[in-house]
C-alpha cells in the first residue's frame, strides 16, 4: 500500500467517544512494549505517528490513526507488565474487550509478540476472544533482528505450537530491518477485502 497520509485522530476509553464507523478498521494488540507502535510507525513510514517508548505501559488509550483516509489502525493499549497501578490495568482489560466486541467496523487484529518470548496466556485468550467474535488475527513476532536466523527458526516453531498455528502463519518482523513488511501488509490489504 502506498501511504498518501496517516494521522492520529482521537484517544478514546469508551465506546461514545470512538470515531463514527465509516471506515474499516485494524487493530494492534499485544503485550506493553511488543512493538505495538513501533510496527505502525513501520507501516505507515512515520517515526512518531504513534507514540513509542522503552517503559511498557505508554501506549494506555485506544488511539485511532486515519491511513489514507481509508482505514483506521487502532493502537490498544498492551496487556501484562506496565509501570501503572492495579487499579488502571484492571480497566484496561473490559475497555480492550468493549471495543473488539462493539466495532462492527473492526476487520482484522494484529497481535503482535516480542520473538524472544513464548506466549503467554493474554495472547491464548486473546486469540480464543478473537476466533468467538470470527475476528481474523494476524500474527506477528517482533524484533526479529535480535535473534540469529537459527534462533528465529527454532522460536517461530514454539511460538506457532503455543498458539496452535502452523509456523508459516507466523510473521517474523523487525521494525529495525523492515524484514516482514510486505508479509504484514498483505495480510491487512486480505483481511481489508
Known amino acids: 500500500m502506498i501511504i498518501r497520509s496517516a494521522e492520529f485522530i482521537t484517544s478514546a476509553v469508551k465506546p461514545d467517544q470512538y470515531p463514527p464507523e465509516s471506515l474499516p478498521e485494524i487493530a494492534f494488540a499485544g503485550r506493553s512494549n511488543a512493538g505495538k507502535s513501533s510496527l505502525i510507525n513501520a507501516l505507515v513510514n512515520r ?3 504513534a507514540k ?5 505501559g505508554k501506549t494506555r488509550l ?3 490513526f486515519s491511513i489514507n483516509k481509508a482505514v483506521y489502525f487502532v493502537d490498544l493499549p498492551g496487556y501484562g507488565y506496565a509501570k501503572v497501578s492495579q487499579s488502571e490495568k484492571r480497566y484496561w482489560k473490559p475497555m480492550v474487550e468493549s471495543y473488539l466486541s462493539s466495532r462492527k467496523t473492526l476487520r482484522g487484529v494484529v497481535i503482535i509478540s516480542d520473538i524472544r518470548r513464548v506466549p503467554g496466556a493474554e495472547e ?3 486469540m480464543g476472544w478473537l476466533a468467538n467474535l470470527h475476528i481474523p488475527a494476524i500474527i506477528i513476532s517482533s524484533k526479529a533482528d535480535k535473534l540469529s536466523n537459527n534462533e ?7 511460538v506457532s505450537r ?3 498455528t502452523e509456523p508459516e502463519e507466523l510473521i517474523l518482523f523487525s521494525a529495525k530491518t523492515r524484514q516482514g513488511m510486505d ?3 498483505e495480510k491487512i490489504e486480505a483481511a481489508l477485502l
Open 162 to 164: 503455543t498458539l496452535s
Open 52 to 56: 513509542t517508548s522503552s517503559t511498557p
Open 152 to 158: 528465529q527458526f527454532r522460536q517461530r516453531r514454539a
Open 62 to 64: 485506544i488511539n485511532f
Open 47 to 49: 517515526k512518531n505517528l
Open 183 to 185: 508479509k504484514v501488509w
Open 124 to 126: 491464548i485468550e486473546l
